[in-house]
Protein backbone atom coordinates (compact mmCIF):
# COMPACT_ATOMS: atom_id res chain seq x y z
CA UNK A 1 0.00 0.00 0.00
CA UNK A 2 1.45 3.57 -0.67
CA UNK A 3 0.64 6.21 1.44
CA UNK A 4 1.45 10.16 -0.04
CA UNK A 5 4.69 10.35 0.77
CA UNK A 6 5.63 7.72 -1.56
CA UNK A 7 3.06 8.84 -4.69
CA UNK A 8 4.67 12.55 -4.18
CA UNK A 9 8.30 11.22 -4.61
CA UNK A 10 7.26 8.99 -7.66
CA UNK A 11 5.12 12.23 -9.66
CA UNK A 12 7.90 14.70 -8.58
CA UNK A 13 11.40 12.49 -9.33
CA UNK A 14 9.85 11.85 -12.77
CA UNK A 15 12.11 13.22 -15.62
CA UNK A 16 10.81 16.31 -17.76
CA UNK A 17 10.70 16.18 -21.62
CA UNK A 18 11.07 19.39 -22.95
CA UNK A 19 9.69 19.81 -26.93
CA UNK A 20 10.00 23.08 -28.71
CA UNK A 21 10.04 23.89 -32.92
CA UNK A 22 13.59 23.00 -34.40
CA UNK A 23 15.85 25.91 -35.28
CA UNK A 24 16.27 27.06 -37.85
CA UNK A 25 12.46 25.95 -38.62
CA UNK A 26 12.24 23.12 -41.49
CA UNK A 27 9.53 20.65 -42.58
CA UNK A 28 9.92 17.46 -41.11
CA UNK A 29 8.97 15.67 -44.87
CA UNK A 30 6.59 13.46 -43.90
CA UNK A 31 2.83 15.31 -43.53
CA UNK A 32 4.36 18.92 -43.86
CA UNK A 33 4.53 18.84 -39.95
CA UNK A 34 7.46 21.11 -39.01
CA UNK A 35 10.41 19.60 -37.23
CA UNK A 36 10.80 19.11 -33.42
CA UNK A 37 13.57 19.26 -30.78
CA UNK A 38 13.77 17.58 -27.67
CA UNK A 39 15.66 18.60 -24.09
CA UNK A 40 19.32 20.03 -24.18
CA UNK A 41 18.73 20.26 -27.89
CA UNK A 42 15.68 22.56 -27.79
CA UNK A 43 17.33 24.61 -24.91
CA UNK A 44 19.71 24.98 -27.24
CA UNK A 45 17.78 26.03 -29.57
CA UNK A 46 15.78 28.67 -27.33
CA UNK A 47 19.45 30.12 -26.12
CA UNK A 48 20.65 30.86 -29.99
CA UNK A 49 17.50 32.53 -30.38
CA UNK A 50 16.99 34.49 -27.17
CA UNK A 51 21.06 36.28 -27.52
CA UNK A 52 20.91 36.53 -31.62
CA UNK A 53 17.35 38.72 -31.00
CA UNK A 54 18.35 42.04 -30.47
CA UNK A 55 17.42 44.45 -27.48
CA UNK A 56 14.79 46.17 -28.68
CA UNK A 57 13.13 44.18 -31.51
CA UNK A 58 10.36 42.73 -28.91
CA UNK A 59 8.39 45.91 -27.99
CA UNK A 60 6.80 44.79 -25.08
CA UNK A 61 9.88 43.55 -23.56
CA UNK A 62 12.59 45.61 -24.56
CA UNK A 63 15.15 44.10 -22.71
CA UNK A 64 14.71 40.77 -24.26
CA UNK A 65 17.73 39.61 -26.16
CA UNK A 66 21.83 41.15 -26.10
CA UNK A 67 23.70 43.78 -28.00
CA UNK A 68 25.73 41.07 -30.10
CA UNK A 69 24.87 41.67 -33.33
CA UNK A 70 25.17 45.88 -33.11
CA UNK A 71 28.60 45.12 -31.35
CA UNK A 72 29.82 44.11 -34.73
CA UNK A 73 30.18 47.56 -35.48
CA UNK A 74 32.04 48.40 -32.46
CA UNK A 75 35.43 47.89 -31.78
CA UNK A 76 36.26 44.87 -29.66
CA UNK A 77 37.60 45.91 -26.83
CA UNK A 78 38.16 43.92 -23.45
CA UNK A 79 35.45 46.27 -21.79
CA UNK A 80 32.97 45.54 -24.52
CA UNK A 81 33.56 41.73 -24.32
CA UNK A 82 32.95 41.50 -20.71
CA UNK A 83 29.82 43.75 -21.02
CA UNK A 84 28.74 41.25 -23.17
CA UNK A 85 29.44 38.39 -21.46
CA UNK A 86 26.96 39.84 -18.28
CA UNK A 87 24.44 40.56 -20.70
CA UNK A 88 23.83 37.61 -22.09
CA UNK A 89 24.38 35.33 -18.37
CA UNK A 90 21.76 38.32 -17.28
CA UNK A 91 19.60 37.36 -20.46
CA UNK A 92 19.66 34.00 -19.97
CA UNK A 93 18.75 33.98 -16.15
CA UNK A 94 16.06 36.36 -16.91
CA UNK A 95 14.21 34.83 -20.06
CA UNK A 96 15.19 30.65 -20.00
CA UNK A 97 15.38 29.70 -16.77
CA UNK A 98 15.39 26.47 -17.21
CA UNK A 99 19.08 26.83 -18.43
CA UNK A 100 22.26 27.05 -16.69
CA UNK A 101 25.32 28.37 -17.92
CA UNK A 102 28.13 26.33 -16.74
CA UNK A 103 30.93 28.13 -19.32
CA UNK A 104 31.23 31.30 -21.42
CA UNK A 105 33.81 32.12 -23.59
CA UNK A 106 33.55 35.60 -26.47
CA UNK A 107 36.47 35.02 -28.82
CA UNK A 108 36.96 38.23 -30.74
CA UNK A 109 38.53 37.79 -34.31
CA UNK A 110 40.23 40.83 -34.34
CA UNK A 111 41.28 40.36 -38.25
CA UNK A 112 37.69 39.43 -39.65
CA UNK A 113 35.37 41.35 -37.23
CA UNK A 114 33.83 38.86 -36.01
CA UNK A 115 33.13 37.07 -32.60
CA UNK A 116 32.56 33.73 -31.58
CA UNK A 117 29.87 33.10 -28.42
CA UNK A 118 30.39 29.66 -26.62
CA UNK A 119 28.31 28.48 -23.82
CA UNK A 120 28.23 25.29 -22.01
CA UNK A 121 24.87 24.78 -20.55
CA UNK A 122 22.55 21.95 -19.07
CA UNK A 123 19.11 21.91 -18.04
CA UNK A 124 17.95 22.54 -14.70
CA UNK A 125 16.03 19.46 -14.71
CA UNK A 126 18.98 17.45 -15.82
CA UNK A 127 22.71 18.55 -14.51
CA UNK A 128 24.24 15.64 -15.53
CA UNK A 129 24.06 16.09 -19.57
CA UNK A 130 25.06 19.51 -21.28
CA UNK A 131 25.51 20.58 -24.67
CA UNK A 132 27.83 22.90 -26.06
CA UNK A 133 26.35 25.88 -27.87
CA UNK A 134 28.36 28.35 -30.66
CA UNK A 135 27.22 31.41 -32.33
CA UNK A 136 29.50 33.48 -34.46
CA UNK A 137 28.44 36.79 -35.33
Not at 14 to 35: D, T
Not at 49 to 57: K, S, V, Y
Amino acid sequence: IMNTNDLNYITTNAKKRILGVAFPMMNEGIGGYVAQNENLRSLRDCVVQLIMTGRGARVMRPDYGTDLRASVFEPFTSEMIEVLRAQIIETIAKYEPRVIVKRIALNPDYENHTLKVELYITSKDDLLNGELVEVLV
